[in-house]
């Protein structure tokens, strides 16, 4: 830190993605990308002829993504906004719909980007607990006077909320915003989106970083009413108008198109967290309902430290939160079905094999 | 605009990119890219391998590509933050090093993008006239309390500051950030980066959409003080943690390795520039002394509105802005010959060959 650090900046709290050690290959299931290769849509998209217009700047309008991403949820080009990831996407929107007194509503145990980008623009966070089982109770959020950001399915619980609650949260308070960040919701939980048409306060945010295999490319999006996206297109204007890069304006519509890949790799995840959960409840874990490309999960036999420790030593990379109520758990991205095969031989091997 | 945008949103002033028009093929002398390719380097580490491994986040240290420019600029890693271009760099600047009682200072004519981006933030803008003739006075800066911007060459003028100015600024204040943006330094302007070592409070902003022909790719990059990086890594990873992608870390790194190809570009650009401004000249206009890659002329004989009208009714796009103090002026990218010669004849063919 320098001399120089604003107090502003001196407050907040830096996120710490998941590790990425160089020391040897790990198979990595601590930061919930997809274990498939984008679709072959994607490769074709990209090619050297496009690599060589780099020179141009790319559409700050993101047109042809933001019309592909459209006709895939039923939308108009006029209700999507997309950013270099949903991370930026979700730090316009607490810009433009957050500020002195109206703060930031979010649970306890969630994403933990939403209180570093709270911090980033100087805003109250107000953390509100989930039950003791870690469901959400919406009735927490019933007129509040906070924009309320609610992520479904819940990271790194991967459990879900209902969207007759999130209606529900919707119709009581139609003077506040609620962010739905659905960056998990392909993998078997119930969209918002069919509520856009009906609400003007729902804001929902997706990524192409885990069910379209495009984490490397950095591609989010948001979709709501017309005039939250302007919101979030003026705050877009105000800090990086070319804020997606060409190749990956290509590669995102050439993802977003590709709706039989894209089916067939979420239901392969799906198979795969199936199998996992099945084979960590046999051996006495305790694994939360997940509906996410995640499971969390925990053993009596074993702290959560001590098994991301052990796992590691193994070569097989998991993410652990040293946090009250959560530091029981690890978090294991659902990889391929070999990787997970890998995984639970491992556990085996660490002593945790059911002694029944 | 929605009900819902905050009163901090509703006072930004969000930046108008170049226009982008479809209605027919231009030659695009208005948003100041290259008129080259990237350097075939970069066409050689954009594979379709690497394409395939889209489904993996990037680095968020961006090791590979901060190491490659530290190696070009003689520095070492941890002086060199990348972003989504350097608006993005600036932007993670105006968080770190302003604040409540530090705002930014900047000229009444520069990047339109420094009030917007102190907008963002909430901060106080103080915009400093540049001199009658655009030069920019450093007396003006000194004492003053807020963090200073310099853009070097600036724009849209293409004029520079002699460096002696800005070590006189950094040695006067020493517990104050004055921030050079480099955007157009290597068109034959002094760079600010030798003073790196001796200064700790010097920031100094540079960006890949120019010079190394990557406007596309969004990549930016800040050299400094190992503290002053950290501040900024403090910022990025409190917005978004992988904020450059995959292929542009590569895209990059391949460009800023191949000092040749980037040396001949840079150098073709100045030739047209030369060729442009005495051809300009000869017709009457007057130019300003640019280090740029582009330049910025007016003539008696016709407005700056009418002039950028005219060429783009006949398929060349140039930047007008409708402001005090450069309405009189367009500002024209150099392009390559080609194009140059054909700006040159559209202007005879509009009636501005010199009568003399």
């Known amino acids: 830190m320098s001399r120089f650090l604003s107090s502003e900046a001196r407050c907040l709290f830096p996120y710490t993605p998941g590790e990425q050690p160089r020391d040897q290959q790990y198979i990595k299931l601590n930061t919930n990308e997809s274990p498939f290769p984008p679709s072959p849509e994607v490769l074709k998209a990209v090619t050297q002829t496009e690599t060589g217009r780099l020179y141009l700047y790319s559409d700050p309008t993101c047109a042809a993504l933001n019309g592909a991403i459209a006709e895939r949820y039923g939308l108009q080009s006029e209700n999507v906004i997309t950013g270099n990831g949903s991370d930026e996407i979700l730090a316009f929107a607490f810009r433009a719909f957050c500020g002195k007194g109206r703060g930031a509503a979010f649970a306890d145990i969630t994403y933990g980007f939403y209180e570093a980008q709270a911090a980033l623009f100087g805003l109250e966070a107000l953390r509100v607990p989930l039950r003791e089982d870690f469901t959400l109770n919406i009735e927490d959020y019933i007129n509040l006077s906070a924009t309320v950001v609610i992520a479904n399915p819940n990271a790194p619980t991967g459990m879900t909320v209902p969207v007759t609650d999130i209606?529900?949260?919707?119709?009581?308070?139609?003077?506040?915003?609620?962010?739905?960040?659905?960056?998990?919701?392909?993998?078997?939980?119930?969209?918002?989106?069919?509520?856009?048409?009906?609400?003007?306060?729902?804001?929902?945010?997706?990524?192409?970083?885990?069910?379209?295999?495009?984490?490397?490319?950095?591609?989010?999006?948001?979709?709501?009413?017309?005039?939250?996206?302007?919101?979030?297109?003026?705050?877009?204007?105000?800090?990086?108008?070319?804020?997606?890069?060409?190749?990956?304006?290509?590669?995102?519509?050439?993802?977003?198109?590709?709706?039989?890949?894209?089916?067939?790799?979420?239901?392969?995840?799906?198979?795969?967290?199936?199998?996992?959960?099945?084979?960590?409840?046999?051996?006495?874990?305790?694994?939360?309902?997940?509906?996410?490309?995640?499971?969390?999960?925990?053993?009596?036999?074993?702290?959560?430290?001590?098994?991301?420790?052990?796992?590691?030593?193994?070569?097989?990379?998991?993410?652990?939160?040293?946090?009250?109520?959560?530091?029981?758990?690890?978090?294991?991205?659902?990889?391929?079905?070999?990787?997970?095969?890998?995984?639970?031989?491992?556990?085996?091997?660490i002593g945790l094999r059911n002694e029944k």
């Open 167 to 349: 209606r529900r949260l919707l119709e009581h308070d139609p003077n506040r915003v609620v962010i739905v960040d659905e960056a998990y919701v392909d993998f078997g939980a119930e969209s918002c989106v069919p509520l856009i048409q009906e609400f003007e306060n729902l804001l929902v945010t997706q990524t192409m970083s885990k069910s379209r295999s495009l984490a490397g490319g950095r591609i989010g999006f948001a979709l709501g009413a017309r005039e939250l996206i302007e919101d979030l297109n003026r705050v877009k204007y105000s800090f990086n108008p070319y804020n997606v890069n060409r190749l990956s304006l290509l590669a995102g519509a050439a993802a977003v198109k590709d709706e039989d890949y894209f089916q067939a790799c979420c239901r392969a995840v799906q198979d795969n967290r199936t199998w996992t959960m099945k084979a960590l409840e046999v051996r006495g874990f305790t694994v939360l309902p997940s509906s996410a490309n995640f499971i969390f999960a925990k053993s009596d036999r074993i702290s959560g430290g001590e098994l991301y420790r052990k796992l590691k030593e193994n070569g097989i990379l998991v993410r652990w939160f040293d946090r009250d109520r959560i530091r029981d758990f690890v978090r294991v991205t659902i990889g391929s079905r070999e990787q997970m095969v890998v995984l639970i031989d491992t556990i085996d091997r």
